[in-house]
C-alpha cells in the first residue's frame, strides 16, 4: 500500500472511531 493509502485508512478508522464515541457517550446521556 502506498503511504497515501495508508494516512486514508488511518484517517477512515479514527473518524469512525470518533463517531462511535460520540454515539456512544450522548446515548450514555441520554439514558442517564
Known amino acids: ?3 497515501r493509502a495508508t494516512i ?3 484517517a477512515l478508522l ?3 472511531g ?3 464515541m ?3 457517550m450522548m446515548g450514555g446521556l441520554s439514558c442517564c
Open 1 to 3: 500500500m502506498t503511504v
Open 22 to 24: 460520540h454515539q456512544r
Open 14 to 16: 479514527g473518524a469512525v
Open 8 to 10: 486514508g485508512v488511518i
Open 18 to 20: 470518533m463517531l462511535l
